[in-house]
Protein backbone atom coordinates (compact mmCIF):
# COMPACT_ATOMS: atom_id res chain seq x y z
CA UNK A 1 0.00 0.00 0.00
CA UNK A 2 1.69 3.28 -0.96
CA UNK A 3 1.88 5.83 1.76
CA UNK A 4 0.52 9.49 1.73
CA UNK A 5 3.96 11.07 0.72
CA UNK A 6 4.37 8.65 -2.00
CA UNK A 7 0.75 9.02 -3.61
CA UNK A 8 1.35 12.91 -3.02
CA UNK A 9 5.12 12.92 -5.04
CA UNK A 10 3.22 10.46 -7.65
CA UNK A 11 1.20 12.90 -8.51
CA UNK A 12 2.93 16.14 -8.38
CA UNK A 13 5.22 13.76 -11.12
CA UNK A 14 2.12 13.65 -13.06
CA UNK A 15 1.04 17.28 -12.90
CA UNK A 16 4.34 18.36 -13.85
CA UNK A 17 5.04 16.05 -16.29
CA UNK A 18 2.52 16.83 -18.81
CA UNK A 19 4.22 20.17 -19.58
CA UNK A 20 7.76 18.89 -20.11
CA UNK A 21 6.84 16.85 -22.62
CA UNK A 22 3.45 19.20 -24.30
CA UNK A 23 4.42 21.54 -26.90
CA UNK A 24 6.68 24.01 -25.28
CA UNK A 25 9.28 21.80 -23.78
CA UNK A 26 11.82 22.87 -25.66
CA UNK A 27 11.62 26.19 -24.32
CA UNK A 28 10.99 24.90 -20.66
CA UNK A 29 13.81 22.66 -21.08
CA UNK A 30 16.06 25.54 -21.80
CA UNK A 31 14.92 28.20 -18.89
CA UNK A 32 15.29 25.45 -16.27
CA UNK A 33 18.80 24.36 -17.81
CA UNK A 34 19.36 28.04 -17.81
CA UNK A 35 18.92 29.02 -13.95
CA UNK A 36 20.55 25.56 -12.70
CA UNK A 37 23.11 26.60 -14.46
CA UNK A 38 23.04 29.97 -13.10
CA UNK A 39 22.37 28.18 -9.41
CA UNK A 40 25.58 26.05 -9.88
CA UNK A 41 27.23 29.19 -10.53
CA UNK A 42 26.38 30.38 -7.56
CA UNK A 43 28.13 27.70 -5.99
CA UNK A 44 31.29 27.76 -7.56
CA UNK A 45 30.93 31.57 -6.41
CA UNK A 46 30.79 30.21 -3.19
CA UNK A 47 33.44 27.71 -3.52
CA UNK A 48 35.83 30.65 -4.60
CA UNK A 49 34.74 32.46 -1.82
CA UNK A 50 35.44 29.94 0.97
CA UNK A 51 38.91 29.95 -0.56
CA UNK A 52 38.98 33.62 0.02
CA UNK A 53 38.35 33.04 2.97
CA UNK A 54 41.39 31.71 3.88
CA UNK A 55 43.70 33.86 2.05
CA UNK A 56 41.85 37.13 3.49
CA UNK A 57 42.27 36.29 7.05
CA UNK A 58 45.91 34.97 6.52
CA UNK A 59 46.64 38.17 4.98
CA UNK A 60 44.85 39.77 8.34
CA UNK A 61 46.72 37.53 10.54
CA UNK A 62 50.01 38.61 8.93
CA UNK A 63 49.29 42.12 8.67
CA UNK A 64 50.47 42.30 5.38
CA UNK A 65 48.03 45.54 4.40
CA UNK A 66 48.97 45.30 0.37
CA UNK A 67 47.85 41.42 0.32
CA UNK A 68 44.63 42.45 2.32
CA UNK A 69 43.43 45.08 0.04
CA UNK A 70 44.09 42.88 -3.23
CA UNK A 71 41.56 40.32 -1.41
CA UNK A 72 39.20 42.93 -1.03
CA UNK A 73 39.55 43.75 -4.59
CA UNK A 74 38.66 39.72 -5.16
CA UNK A 75 35.89 39.99 -2.68
CA UNK A 76 34.35 42.47 -4.78
CA UNK A 77 34.57 40.88 -8.20
CA UNK A 78 33.10 37.57 -6.31
CA UNK A 79 30.00 39.51 -5.53
CA UNK A 80 29.42 41.02 -8.62
CA UNK A 81 29.24 37.69 -10.20
CA UNK A 82 27.04 36.33 -7.47
CA UNK A 83 24.59 38.97 -7.56
CA UNK A 84 24.81 38.90 -11.40
CA UNK A 85 23.64 35.11 -11.07
CA UNK A 86 20.92 35.33 -8.93
CA UNK A 87 19.17 38.07 -10.67
CA UNK A 88 19.66 36.22 -13.68
CA UNK A 89 18.24 32.97 -12.12
CA UNK A 90 15.39 34.72 -11.12
CA UNK A 91 14.29 36.27 -14.06
CA UNK A 92 14.29 33.32 -15.74
CA UNK A 93 12.72 31.33 -12.88
CA UNK A 94 9.67 33.80 -12.92
CA UNK A 95 9.63 33.81 -16.57
CA UNK A 96 9.45 29.88 -16.63
CA UNK A 97 6.82 29.72 -13.65
CA UNK A 98 4.61 32.12 -15.48
CA UNK A 99 4.45 30.18 -18.74
CA UNK A 100 4.34 26.99 -17.36
CA UNK A 101 1.17 28.32 -15.06
CA UNK A 102 -0.45 30.07 -18.16
CA UNK A 103 -0.25 26.37 -20.09
CA UNK A 104 -1.58 24.25 -16.78
CA UNK A 105 -4.57 27.36 -15.95
CA UNK A 106 -5.19 26.66 -20.29
CA UNK A 107 -5.24 23.38 -19.76
CA UNK A 108 -7.16 22.74 -16.25
CA UNK A 109 -9.72 25.45 -18.43
CA UNK A 110 -10.56 23.54 -21.16
CA UNK A 111 -11.03 20.32 -18.98
CA UNK A 112 -13.49 22.03 -16.37
CA UNK A 113 -15.33 23.13 -19.49
CA UNK A 114 -15.65 20.24 -21.45
CA UNK A 115 -18.21 17.32 -21.25
CA UNK A 116 -19.97 20.65 -19.02
CA UNK A 117 -17.51 19.26 -16.26
CA UNK A 118 -18.05 22.68 -14.34
CA UNK A 119 -21.56 21.61 -14.01
CA UNK A 120 -21.08 18.40 -13.19
CA UNK A 121 -18.85 18.60 -10.67
CA UNK A 122 -21.67 20.46 -8.49
CA UNK A 123 -23.83 17.21 -8.02
CA UNK A 124 -20.82 15.87 -6.31
CA UNK A 125 -19.07 17.33 -3.27
CA UNK A 126 -14.99 15.81 -3.24
CA UNK A 127 -13.94 18.89 -5.44
CA UNK A 128 -14.64 22.12 -3.91
CA UNK A 129 -14.15 25.70 -4.98
CA UNK A 130 -12.49 24.91 -8.37
CA UNK A 131 -12.27 28.54 -9.30
CA UNK A 132 -9.76 28.64 -6.42
CA UNK A 133 -7.84 25.58 -7.84
CA UNK A 134 -7.45 26.65 -10.98
CA UNK A 135 -6.57 30.45 -9.97
CA UNK A 136 -4.46 30.15 -6.59
CA UNK A 137 -3.43 26.66 -6.37
CA UNK A 138 -1.66 26.03 -9.68
CA UNK A 139 0.03 29.47 -9.44
CA UNK A 140 1.42 27.95 -6.10
CA UNK A 141 2.24 24.13 -7.49
CA UNK A 142 4.35 25.74 -9.90
CA UNK A 143 6.06 28.83 -7.85
CA UNK A 144 6.99 25.56 -5.19
CA UNK A 145 8.02 23.28 -7.57
CA UNK A 146 10.32 25.11 -9.48
CA UNK A 147 11.69 26.42 -5.99
CA UNK A 148 12.11 23.60 -4.40
CA UNK A 149 12.98 21.82 -7.16
CA UNK A 150 15.93 24.04 -8.01
CA UNK A 151 16.95 24.75 -4.42
CA UNK A 152 17.59 20.95 -4.02
CA UNK A 153 19.79 20.43 -6.92
CA UNK A 154 21.82 23.50 -5.69
CA UNK A 155 22.14 22.18 -2.18
CA UNK A 156 22.95 18.93 -3.63
CA UNK A 157 25.93 20.10 -5.56
CA UNK A 158 27.03 22.51 -3.15
CA UNK A 159 27.05 19.60 -0.54
CA UNK A 160 29.40 17.64 -3.25
CA UNK A 161 32.01 20.69 -3.45
CA UNK A 162 31.97 21.66 0.23
CA UNK A 163 32.15 18.37 1.52
CA UNK A 164 35.31 17.65 -0.25
CA UNK A 165 36.59 20.55 1.01
CA UNK A 166 35.38 20.11 4.67
CA UNK A 167 37.01 16.71 4.18
CA UNK A 168 40.16 17.64 3.86
CA UNK A 169 39.97 20.52 6.23
CA UNK A 170 39.26 17.96 9.26
CA UNK A 171 42.24 16.01 9.38
CA UNK A 172 41.81 12.89 12.08
CA UNK A 173 40.18 12.95 15.61
CA UNK A 174 41.24 10.62 17.71
CA UNK A 175 37.82 9.41 19.12
CA UNK A 176 38.74 8.32 23.34
CA UNK A 177 37.49 4.50 24.05
CA UNK A 178 38.55 3.90 27.57
CA UNK A 179 40.27 1.28 28.32
CA UNK A 180 40.31 0.39 24.44
CA UNK A 181 42.61 3.38 23.90
CA UNK A 182 41.02 5.55 20.89
CA UNK A 183 39.63 5.53 17.38
CA UNK A 184 40.92 7.77 14.57
CA UNK A 185 37.82 9.12 12.48
CA UNK A 186 39.06 10.93 9.13
CA UNK A 187 37.06 13.75 7.96
CA UNK A 188 35.65 14.18 11.54
CA UNK A 189 33.79 17.54 10.35
CA UNK A 190 31.90 15.98 7.75
CA UNK A 191 30.22 13.37 10.33
CA UNK A 192 29.73 15.92 12.73
CA UNK A 193 27.86 17.95 10.11
CA UNK A 194 25.82 14.91 8.69
CA UNK A 195 24.94 13.83 12.48
CA UNK A 196 23.87 17.54 13.10
CA UNK A 197 21.65 18.12 10.03
CA UNK A 198 19.98 14.63 10.08
CA UNK A 199 18.86 14.80 13.72
CA UNK A 200 17.46 18.34 12.96
CA UNK A 201 16.26 17.07 9.60
CA UNK A 202 14.54 13.94 11.52
CA UNK A 203 12.81 16.36 13.86
CA UNK A 204 11.84 19.15 11.54
CA UNK A 205 9.91 16.73 9.81
CA UNK A 206 8.14 15.00 12.77
CA UNK A 207 7.45 18.23 14.31
CA UNK A 208 6.08 19.87 10.44
CA UNK A 209 4.46 16.94 9.34
CA UNK A 210 0.44 17.77 10.40
CA UNK A 211 0.67 20.72 8.56
CA UNK A 212 0.33 19.73 5.08
CA UNK A 213 -3.71 18.35 6.38
CA UNK A 214 -3.91 21.43 7.76
CA UNK A 215 -3.26 23.91 4.98
CA UNK A 216 -4.82 21.89 2.86
CA UNK A 217 -8.19 22.62 4.96
CA UNK A 218 -7.08 25.93 5.12
CA UNK A 219 -7.19 26.19 1.33
CA UNK A 220 -10.77 25.09 1.50
CA UNK A 221 -11.75 27.15 4.45
CA UNK A 222 -10.26 30.28 3.19
CA UNK A 223 -12.20 29.55 -0.31
CA UNK A 224 -15.61 28.42 1.44
CA UNK A 225 -15.66 32.45 3.03
CA UNK A 226 -14.88 33.86 -0.04
CA UNK A 227 -17.43 32.71 -1.91
CA UNK A 228 -20.41 33.31 0.89
CA UNK A 229 -19.02 36.72 0.23
CA UNK A 230 -19.35 36.56 -3.70
CA UNK A 231 -22.51 34.97 -3.60
CA UNK A 232 -24.15 37.87 -1.48
CA UNK A 233 -22.82 40.15 -3.51
CA UNK A 234 -24.36 38.68 -6.55
CA UNK A 235 -27.82 38.64 -4.82
CA UNK A 236 -27.76 41.64 -2.92
CA UNK A 237 -31.09 42.85 -4.46
CA UNK A 238 -32.75 39.73 -3.16
CA UNK A 239 -31.07 39.96 0.82
CA UNK A 240 -31.82 43.69 0.88
CA UNK A 241 -35.51 43.11 0.20
CA UNK A 242 -35.35 40.23 2.41
CA UNK A 243 -33.77 42.07 4.88
CA UNK A 244 -31.42 39.02 5.31
CA UNK A 245 -28.66 41.03 6.55
CA UNK A 246 -28.85 39.11 10.37
CA UNK A 247 -28.58 35.36 8.72
CA UNK A 248 -26.08 36.61 6.61
CA UNK A 249 -24.09 37.57 8.74
CA UNK A 250 -24.31 34.93 11.00
CA UNK A 251 -23.30 32.28 8.13
CA UNK A 252 -20.65 34.76 7.54
CA UNK A 253 -19.21 34.46 11.27
CA UNK A 254 -19.59 30.40 11.25
CA UNK A 255 -17.45 30.47 7.97
CA UNK A 256 -15.03 32.67 9.26
CA UNK A 257 -14.92 30.88 12.60
CA UNK A 258 -13.43 27.89 10.70
CA UNK A 259 -10.76 30.08 8.99
CA UNK A 260 -10.30 30.91 12.55
CA UNK A 261 -9.98 27.84 14.33
CA UNK A 262 -7.57 26.52 11.51
CA UNK A 263 -5.77 29.25 11.91
CA UNK A 264 -5.02 28.76 15.30
CA UNK A 265 -3.86 25.32 14.88
CA UNK A 266 -1.51 26.47 11.91
CA UNK A 267 -0.08 28.99 14.21
CA UNK A 268 0.23 26.74 17.13
CA UNK A 269 2.12 24.09 15.08
CA UNK A 270 4.41 26.48 13.23
CA UNK A 271 5.27 27.87 16.57
CA UNK A 272 6.71 24.65 17.67
CA UNK A 273 8.39 24.57 13.59
CA UNK A 274 9.94 27.65 14.24
CA UNK A 275 10.95 27.42 17.98
CA UNK A 276 12.90 24.34 16.45
CA UNK A 277 14.51 25.68 13.32
CA UNK A 278 15.14 29.10 15.00
CA UNK A 279 17.06 27.06 17.92
CA UNK A 280 18.73 25.01 15.43
CA UNK A 281 20.09 28.02 13.05
CA UNK A 282 21.24 29.93 16.27
CA UNK A 283 23.49 27.20 17.03
CA UNK A 284 24.55 26.27 13.77
CA UNK A 285 25.95 29.54 14.06
CA UNK A 286 28.44 28.80 16.88
CA UNK A 287 28.55 24.97 16.77
CA UNK A 288 31.09 24.92 13.53
CA UNK A 289 33.81 26.94 15.10
CA UNK A 290 33.43 24.83 18.64
CA UNK A 291 33.42 21.50 16.40
CA UNK A 292 36.73 22.84 14.61
CA UNK A 293 38.34 25.07 17.22
CA UNK A 294 40.41 21.93 18.19
CA UNK A 295 42.53 21.87 15.41
CA UNK A 296 43.50 25.33 15.72
CA UNK A 297 43.88 25.65 19.49
CA UNK A 298 46.54 22.80 18.27
CA UNK A 299 48.21 25.06 15.79
CA UNK A 300 47.41 22.78 13.27
CA UNK A 301 45.87 25.34 10.80
CA UNK A 302 46.09 28.89 11.09
CA UNK A 303 43.30 31.66 11.30
CA UNK A 304 42.35 31.50 7.95
CA UNK A 305 42.09 27.68 7.69
CA UNK A 306 39.86 27.72 10.99
CA UNK A 307 37.55 30.53 8.95
CA UNK A 308 37.67 28.28 5.99
CA UNK A 309 36.77 25.41 7.82
CA UNK A 310 34.02 27.27 9.53
CA UNK A 311 32.65 28.47 5.58
CA UNK A 312 33.07 24.96 4.33
CA UNK A 313 30.91 23.67 7.61
CA UNK A 314 28.19 26.11 7.33
CA UNK A 315 27.86 25.49 3.76
CA UNK A 316 27.44 21.56 4.08
CA UNK A 317 25.21 21.83 7.27
CA UNK A 318 22.83 24.25 5.11
CA UNK A 319 22.93 22.20 2.21
CA UNK A 320 22.01 18.85 4.65
CA UNK A 321 19.47 21.20 6.01
CA UNK A 322 17.25 22.18 3.33
CA UNK A 323 14.46 19.82 4.33
CA UNK A 324 14.34 21.49 7.47
CA UNK A 325 14.43 25.57 6.15
CA UNK A 326 11.97 24.54 3.04
CA UNK A 327 9.68 22.38 5.64
CA UNK A 328 6.65 25.12 5.45
CA UNK A 329 6.93 25.67 1.87
CA UNK A 330 7.12 21.96 1.64
CA UNK A 331 3.76 21.69 3.87
CA UNK A 332 1.88 23.96 1.57
CA UNK A 333 3.54 22.14 -1.64
CA UNK A 334 1.76 18.61 -0.37
CA UNK A 335 -1.60 20.47 0.56
CA UNK A 336 -2.24 22.07 -2.64
CA UNK A 337 -0.57 19.38 -4.95
CA UNK A 338 -3.46 17.43 -2.88
CA UNK A 339 -6.04 19.50 -3.86
CA UNK A 340 -5.15 19.72 -7.72
CA UNK A 341 -4.69 15.58 -7.82
CA UNK A 342 -8.38 15.77 -6.38
CA UNK A 343 -8.91 18.11 -8.63
CA UNK A 344 -7.37 16.31 -11.82
CA UNK A 345 -8.99 12.89 -10.98
CA UNK A 346 -12.59 13.95 -10.30
CA UNK A 347 -12.64 15.93 -14.03
CA UNK A 348 -10.95 12.43 -15.63
CA UNK A 349 -13.71 10.62 -14.12
CA UNK A 350 -16.68 13.14 -15.78
CA UNK A 351 -14.56 12.85 -18.58
CA UNK A 352 -14.36 8.79 -18.58
CA UNK A 353 -18.15 8.60 -17.74
CA UNK A 354 -19.30 10.86 -21.06
CA UNK A 355 -17.10 7.97 -22.93
CA UNK A 356 -18.99 5.16 -21.39
CA UNK A 357 -22.19 3.91 -22.66
CA UNK A 358 -24.82 6.03 -21.14
CA UNK A 359 -28.24 5.18 -19.14
CA UNK A 360 -29.99 7.63 -20.88
CA UNK A 361 -29.52 7.54 -24.75
CA UNK A 362 -29.88 10.46 -26.71
CA UNK A 363 -29.86 10.59 -30.36
CA UNK A 364 -29.88 13.00 -33.07
CA UNK A 365 -31.74 11.80 -36.08
CA UNK A 366 -34.26 12.63 -38.50
CA UNK A 367 -36.08 16.13 -39.17
CA UNK A 368 -38.86 15.41 -36.98
CA UNK A 369 -38.90 17.00 -33.46
CA UNK A 370 -38.37 15.55 -30.21
CA UNK A 371 -39.15 12.11 -28.86
CA UNK A 372 -38.98 10.72 -24.88
CA UNK A 373 -39.30 6.91 -24.80
CA UNK A 374 -39.93 5.06 -21.08
CA UNK A 375 -37.59 7.73 -19.54
CA UNK A 376 -36.52 7.06 -15.90
CA UNK A 377 -34.79 9.66 -13.81
CA UNK A 378 -33.61 9.66 -9.93
CA UNK A 379 -32.15 11.97 -7.39
CA UNK A 380 -28.26 11.59 -7.03
CA UNK A 381 -28.56 9.72 -4.04
CA UNK A 382 -30.43 7.23 -5.99
CA UNK A 383 -33.92 8.57 -5.17
CA UNK A 384 -36.82 7.43 -7.81
CA UNK A 385 -37.93 11.24 -9.17
CA UNK A 386 -40.15 10.02 -12.17
CA UNK A 387 -40.69 7.11 -14.00
CA UNK A 388 -42.09 6.19 -17.51
CA UNK A 389 -41.94 9.18 -18.97
CA UNK A 390 -42.74 9.07 -22.45
CA UNK A 391 -44.07 12.04 -25.23
CA UNK A 392 -43.57 12.64 -28.72
CA UNK A 393 -43.88 16.51 -30.37
CA UNK A 394 -43.37 16.87 -33.97
CA UNK A 395 -41.77 19.51 -35.87
CA UNK A 396 -43.58 23.02 -35.64
CA UNK A 397 -45.56 21.64 -32.67
CA UNK A 398 -45.37 22.90 -28.93
CA UNK A 399 -45.32 21.00 -25.63
CA UNK A 400 -46.15 22.18 -22.22
CA UNK A 401 -44.86 20.45 -19.03
CA UNK A 402 -46.81 20.90 -16.12
CA UNK A 403 -46.43 19.50 -12.64
CA UNK A 404 -46.27 20.43 -8.61
CA UNK A 405 -43.17 21.81 -7.37
CA UNK A 406 -40.47 19.32 -7.59
CA UNK A 407 -41.73 17.27 -9.46
CA UNK A 408 -38.86 16.98 -12.39
CA UNK A 409 -39.66 19.41 -14.67
CA UNK A 410 -36.64 21.06 -14.71
CA UNK A 411 -34.57 18.05 -14.27
CA UNK A 412 -37.00 16.38 -17.42
CA UNK A 413 -34.96 19.42 -19.35
CA UNK A 414 -31.86 18.89 -18.26
CA UNK A 415 -31.79 14.98 -18.76
CA UNK A 416 -33.04 16.13 -22.48
CA UNK A 417 -29.89 18.46 -22.51
CA UNK A 418 -27.80 15.53 -21.21
CA UNK A 419 -26.45 17.31 -18.26
CA UNK A 420 -28.54 15.00 -15.83
CA UNK A 421 -26.46 11.27 -15.62
CA UNK A 422 -29.44 9.91 -13.18
CA UNK A 423 -31.77 7.70 -14.71
CA UNK A 424 -32.53 5.44 -17.79
CA UNK A 425 -34.17 5.86 -21.34
CA UNK A 426 -34.62 6.66 -24.45
CA UNK A 427 -34.47 10.60 -25.82
CA UNK A 428 -34.71 11.21 -29.63
CA UNK A 429 -33.73 15.22 -31.13
CA UNK A 430 -33.79 16.65 -34.87
CA UNK A 431 -30.71 17.31 -36.16
CA UNK A 432 -30.05 21.02 -35.82
CA UNK A 433 -28.94 23.77 -33.42
CA UNK A 434 -30.92 23.56 -30.14
CA UNK A 435 -31.97 26.31 -27.49
CA UNK A 436 -32.45 25.66 -23.93
CA UNK A 437 -33.71 28.44 -21.92
CA UNK A 438 -33.59 29.19 -17.84
CA UNK A 439 -36.42 31.21 -16.30
CA UNK A 440 -33.23 33.24 -15.69
CA UNK A 441 -31.12 34.28 -18.99
CA UNK A 442 -27.05 34.05 -18.43
CA UNK A 443 -26.09 37.17 -19.54
CA UNK A 444 -22.23 37.25 -19.83
CA UNK A 445 -19.58 40.79 -19.03
CA UNK A 446 -19.43 42.88 -21.88
CA UNK A 447 -22.15 44.97 -24.39
CA UNK A 448 -24.92 44.57 -24.93
CA UNK A 449 -24.97 43.37 -27.97
CA UNK A 450 -22.44 40.23 -26.58
CA UNK A 451 -25.49 39.38 -23.83
CA UNK A 452 -27.96 39.26 -27.07
CA UNK A 453 -25.55 37.03 -29.22
CA UNK A 454 -24.46 35.01 -26.47
CA UNK A 455 -22.54 32.37 -26.89
CA UNK A 456 -21.40 33.61 -30.60
CA UNK A 457 -18.20 34.18 -30.68
CA UNK A 458 -17.46 37.72 -30.00
CA UNK A 459 -14.92 37.99 -33.23
CA UNK A 460 -18.37 37.84 -35.54
CA UNK A 461 -19.68 40.80 -37.05
CA UNK A 462 -23.15 42.07 -35.33
CA UNK A 463 -25.98 40.96 -37.19
CA UNK A 464 -27.38 43.84 -39.23
CA UNK A 465 -31.43 42.88 -38.04
CA UNK A 466 -30.26 43.01 -34.18
CA UNK A 467 -31.75 46.19 -33.91
CA UNK A 468 -35.69 45.11 -35.76
CA UNK A 469 -35.21 42.17 -33.32
CA UNK A 470 -34.97 43.97 -30.17
CA UNK A 471 -38.12 46.10 -31.58
CA UNK A 472 -40.01 43.41 -32.22
CA UNK A 473 -39.59 41.62 -28.67
CA UNK A 474 -40.49 45.03 -26.80
CA UNK A 475 -37.09 46.15 -26.26
CA UNK A 476 -36.90 48.80 -28.92
CA UNK A 477 -35.29 51.55 -26.34
CA UNK A 478 -32.38 49.46 -25.64
CA UNK A 479 -31.43 49.43 -29.08
CA UNK A 480 -28.99 52.88 -28.69
CA UNK A 481 -27.36 51.10 -26.30
CA UNK A 482 -26.07 47.86 -28.54
CA UNK A 483 -22.18 49.02 -28.11
CA UNK A 484 -22.19 50.11 -23.98
CA UNK A 485 -20.81 47.75 -21.51
CA UNK A 486 -22.77 47.01 -18.44
CA UNK A 487 -23.54 44.47 -15.63
CA UNK A 488 -26.81 43.90 -17.71
CA UNK A 489 -27.81 41.39 -15.09
CA UNK A 490 -27.98 43.68 -12.88
CA UNK A 491 -29.40 46.64 -14.69
CA UNK A 492 -31.91 45.11 -16.17
CA UNK A 493 -35.82 43.51 -14.78
CA UNK A 494 -36.22 39.65 -15.08
CA UNK A 495 -38.75 40.48 -17.53
CA UNK A 496 -36.10 42.13 -19.56
CA UNK A 497 -33.93 39.57 -19.46
CA UNK A 498 -36.50 37.14 -20.40
CA UNK A 499 -37.16 39.05 -23.51
CA UNK A 500 -33.66 39.26 -24.53
CA UNK A 501 -33.65 35.44 -24.17
CA UNK A 502 -36.70 35.29 -26.75
CA UNK A 503 -34.36 37.77 -29.03
CA UNK A 504 -31.20 35.26 -28.88
CA UNK A 505 -34.05 32.53 -30.48
CA UNK A 506 -34.90 34.85 -32.90
CA UNK A 507 -31.20 35.55 -34.16
CA UNK A 508 -29.94 31.70 -33.93
CA UNK A 509 -32.97 29.80 -35.06
CA UNK A 510 -33.02 26.58 -33.09
CA UNK A 511 -34.73 23.77 -34.62
CA UNK A 512 -35.95 22.92 -31.20
CA UNK A 513 -36.31 25.23 -28.39
CA UNK A 514 -36.65 24.09 -24.61
CA UNK A 515 -37.92 26.89 -22.51
CA UNK A 516 -37.73 26.82 -18.53
CA UNK A 517 -40.20 28.70 -17.24
CA UNK A 518 -38.85 31.46 -20.03
CA UNK A 519 -41.57 33.55 -19.91
CA UNK A 520 -42.60 33.69 -16.19
CA UNK A 521 -41.73 37.58 -15.75
CA UNK A 522 -43.99 38.64 -18.74
CA UNK A 523 -47.46 39.65 -18.93
CA UNK A 524 -49.88 37.69 -20.96
CA UNK A 525 -49.40 40.36 -24.14
CA UNK A 526 -46.38 39.77 -24.04
CA UNK A 527 -46.01 36.20 -23.66
CA UNK A 528 -48.37 35.84 -26.28
CA UNK A 529 -45.68 38.19 -29.14
CA UNK A 530 -43.02 36.31 -27.93
CA UNK A 531 -44.56 32.84 -28.60
CA UNK A 532 -46.48 33.93 -31.56
CA UNK A 533 -42.91 34.89 -33.09
CA UNK A 534 -41.93 31.36 -32.34
CA UNK A 535 -44.91 29.87 -33.71
CA UNK A 536 -44.91 32.10 -36.67
CA UNK A 537 -40.95 31.89 -37.28
CA UNK A 538 -40.20 30.24 -40.80
CA UNK A 539 -38.21 27.70 -39.38
CA UNK A 540 -40.92 26.17 -38.11
CA UNK A 541 -39.00 25.12 -34.73
CA UNK A 542 -40.22 23.02 -32.44
CA UNK A 543 -40.89 23.90 -28.88
CA UNK A 544 -41.33 22.19 -24.91
CA UNK A 545 -41.46 24.33 -21.94
CA UNK A 546 -41.91 24.07 -18.73
CA UNK A 547 -45.02 26.28 -17.07
CA UNK A 548 -48.24 26.84 -15.51
CA UNK A 549 -51.18 29.08 -15.55
CA UNK A 550 -54.09 28.49 -18.20
CA UNK A 551 -52.18 31.06 -20.60
CA UNK A 552 -49.46 28.86 -20.89
CA UNK A 553 -51.65 26.02 -21.95
CA UNK A 554 -53.79 28.25 -24.28
CA UNK A 555 -50.03 28.87 -26.25
CA UNK A 556 -49.39 25.54 -27.04
CA UNK A 557 -51.09 22.43 -28.24
CA UNK A 558 -50.23 19.69 -26.34
CA UNK A 559 -48.95 18.69 -22.63
CA UNK A 560 -48.29 16.64 -20.31
CA UNK A 561 -48.52 16.91 -16.24
CA UNK A 562 -45.44 14.94 -14.41
CA UNK A 563 -47.53 14.05 -11.94
CA UNK A 564 -48.61 11.44 -13.48
CA UNK A 565 -45.44 10.21 -13.88
CA UNK A 566 -44.18 10.01 -10.11
CA UNK A 567 -43.05 6.43 -8.97
CA UNK A 568 -45.90 3.77 -8.64
CA UNK A 569 -48.52 6.18 -10.69
CA UNK A 570 -49.97 4.93 -13.79
CA UNK A 571 -47.87 6.21 -16.96
CA UNK A 572 -50.57 8.66 -19.22
CA UNK A 573 -50.27 11.32 -21.97
CA UNK A 574 -52.73 14.30 -22.47
CA UNK A 575 -52.92 16.52 -25.52
Not at 215 to 230: G, H, I, K, M, P
Not at 319 to 339: C, G, H, K, M
Amino acid sequence: METPRRIITRTAWRLAGRYWTSEEKYTAWGLISSVVLLNLGNVYVGVRINEWNRAFYNALQAFDAPELFRQIGIFGILVSCAVACSVSALYLNQWLQIRWRRWLTLRHLSAWLADRAYYKLQLGTDADNPDQRIAEDLNQFTGYVLTLSVGLISSFVSLLSFLTILWGLSGTANIPLGPLGTFPLPGYLVWAALIYAGFGTWLAVTIGRPLVALNSARQRFEADFRFSLVHLRQNAESVALYGGEPVELALFDERFRAVFANFRQIMRQQVRLSTFTQAYAQVGLIFPVIVVSPRYFSRQILLGGLFQAVNAFSYVQNALSFIINSYNDIATWEAVTQRLGEFDQRLACIHDAVKAPQSISIRRKGAGGVAVDHLDLDLPDGTPLLRGVSFTVERGGALLIVGPSGSGKTTLLRAIAGIWPFGSGKIRLTKGPIAFVPQRPYLPLGTLADAVLYPRDQKVSVPVGLPQVLEQVGLDRLVGELNKVDSWSERLSLGEQQGLAFARILLSKPALIFLDEASSALDDNAKKRMFGLLRDASWQPTIVSVGHGEMDRKLHSQFIDLAEFKPHQPVATRR
